[in-house]
């Protein structure tokens, strides 16, 4: 890349509202594992039985379901930090006292309070991430949403990162307590964003009724030219990375015969890096390209990675050809994750942007939801190599659809 480009998105990182962008994906990927995975961890060195610890999963069900009270926090507005400011603060400061107090509690000797306080640290979490979407679709232009997305997913990961493996790491020299302290002091990052973030530039008018808040959303968007056809895109863009990605531990190991330690190095350590710069750089050619073009050769890309996950089923065990496989599939994934959150940004209007980003994100994740199931039995029939082929054909029907909306696209 010429030095004037890289200078000149370099410049763009420097943009008040990128910055902020960059920090709410930190705040809105920081509480996911201190909930879920980083809690399991800590039960389990605490010696909770397996059946409590599978039932703690549970507690993670507000993120599919926050789009049934999306519609209130677009309905309601704080008085204070405006229509979406108001309510990200409230919620920071909820978050980093549910972490804390999390922190406190004996995972062996109280589950059900452990329970009920990571149920609710689930649900504050996910409707951070309601108010967070909406803010960033109504604050960022056409020009920006694709860096914007690429850094949403940056600061996501990163936080994740910290409050994954590095919390683990804590926990093992601090203990728990103090791990989670640690984490609810990171939650300053969100509320520092929040208190010097700026207002958007066009500001929605509030439903007037939650009815209003409810219903016109829904209204709104099937009002558009060719409505059913988004949505189908919206739902099948992703699927063809979905199937690759779905079964991707499970055939290192089982069907290329990689050790555990290997799979772990390269799928968790340079696949998170690879998706990382895959969002970054995604939203870096989106500056150029614009959406249609992202959308077109990011889904190319992404479809067309699952055939070095084919190339290696048929050579078998090559530490390189997997290294290889796991650094594609994932760089793809983040750039066609970047151009597809700056979809979704693109497609919410500004009156109903927190209901309508929570609805279409719901959407787009419930085909991804259900390959898991499906993706065993078809690697049961027809074997890993030509599972992988059919993991790229399920990407030609939103491939196709991003085609076929190509003029709408180029609008938006």
């Known amino acids: 890349m010429p030095f004037h480009r890289i200078r000149q998105h370099l410049q763009r990182l420097s943009n008040r509202r990128l910055r902020i962008v960059l920090l709410l994906g930190f705040s809105s990927g920081l509480p996911l594992a201190l909930c879920g995975a980083t809690l399991q961890a800590w039960m389990a060195t605490e010696g909770v039985s397996i059946e409590t610890i599978g039932l703690l999963t549970l507690v993670g069900i507000p993120y599919t379901w926050k789009f049934l009270w999306a519609p209130f926090m677009d309905r309601f507005v704080m008085p204070f930090l405006g229509r979406r400011r108001g309510w990200m603060l409230i919620t920071q400061i909820f978050l980093a006292g549910l972490i804390l107090f999390l922190g406190t509690l004996s995972v062996r000797e109280h589950p059900f309070m452990v329970a009920l306080t990571a149920f609710a640290l689930a649900f504050v979490s996910a409707s951070q991430d309601i108010v967070i979407d909406a803010y960033r679709a109504d604050l960022l232009p056409a020009s920006e949403r694709g860096l914007g997305a690429g850094l949403t997913v940056l600061g996501y990961r990163l936080a994740m990162l910290s ?34 973030a700026p207002e958007p530039a066009i500001q929605g008018t509030p439903p007037r009724t939650l009815r209003d808040a409810v219903l016109l959303p829904l209204q709104e968007f099937m009002t558009r030219p060719q409505p059913w056809a988004f949505l189908g895109l919206i739902i099948l863009y992703k699927l063809g990375d979905a199937f690759a990605g779905s079964l991707t531990t499970a055939f290192l190991i089982q069907g290329a015969g990689f050790g555990i330690a290997e799979v772990g190095t390269v799928n968790k350590g340079i696949g998170l890096f690879a998706t990382l710069g895959g969002a970054v750089l995604g939203g870096a050619l989106m500056v150029r390209w614009g959406l249609y ?30 290294v290889l496989a796991v ?18 940004m693109a497609l919410c209007n500004t009156r109903f942007s927190a209901t309508q980003f929570a609805l279409l994100s719901a959407l787009s994740a419930a085909g991804r939801v259900y390959v898991g199931p499906l993706s065993g039995i078809l690697v049961a029939a027809l074997g890993w190599a030509l599972f992988f082929l059919f993991a790229v054909l399920a990407a030609f029907p939103g491939i196709w659809l991003v085609w076929r909306q190509r003029q709408a696209l180029r609008a938006l």
Request: glycine share 14%.
């Open 163 to 196: 409050s994954g493996a590095l919390a683990l790491v804590l926990a093992s020299v601090w203990g728990w307590p103090a791990t989670y302290g640690l984490m609810a002091a990171l939650m300053s990052v969100g509320l520092y964003a929040t208190l010097s």
């Open 293 to 322: 073009r992202s959308l077109l050769w990011f889904g190319i890309l992404q479809g067309g990675a699952a055939l070095s996950f084919a190339w290696l089923a048929v050579v078998g065990h090559h530490f390189g050809l997997m």
């Open 327 to 344: 650094f594609l599939e994932n760089l793809t994934s983040g750039m066609g994750t970047a151009a597809f959150t700056a979809l979704l």
